[in-house]
């Protein structure tokens, strides 16, 4: 399975952005696709999840500003970003896995994500 990322940007606090995240191969397996981030001096860390069922999970951190979604026909899964603040500054990384507890997880390349105040 191939991952391609896209979306980051600068963006003013406050502000919104959509990434977007194209799967490719054998997708048919995976049973979960997320996104992760990665804060310079900071471990990378879970943001949002989608399961195969349509389940999501989020980072507690997140108090609702973001939102998880796929498109099926497309291979797409999305993490659409509202009210940035300054520490969601962070390369943001696509994931996809097989296991539900992320075992073995694909990685994307990441899209770098700054949030000015």
């Known amino acids: 399975v191939q991952l391609q990322a896209s979306g980051g940007g600068l963006v003013q606090a406050g502000g919104s952005l959509r990434l977007s995240c194209v799967a490719a191969g054998a997708i048919f397996s995976i049973n979960v696709m997320g996104w992760y981030r990665q804060a310079p001096g900071k471990q990378r860390e879970l943001v949002a999840a989608i399961f195969r069922g349509g389940r999501t999970n989020y980072a507690d951190s997140l108090e609702g500003r973001f939102t998880i979604s796929r498109n099926n026909a497309k291979n797409t899964v999305y993490l659409q970003m509202t009210s940035l603040k300054p520490e969601d500054t962070a390369t943001y990384y696509c994931?996809?896995?097989?296991?539900?507890?992320?075992?073995?997880?694909?990685w994307g390349q990441g899209t770098l994500v700054t949030v000015s105040s």
């Open positions: 994931a996809a896995a097989y296991s539900t507890n992320w075992e073995g997880a694909l």
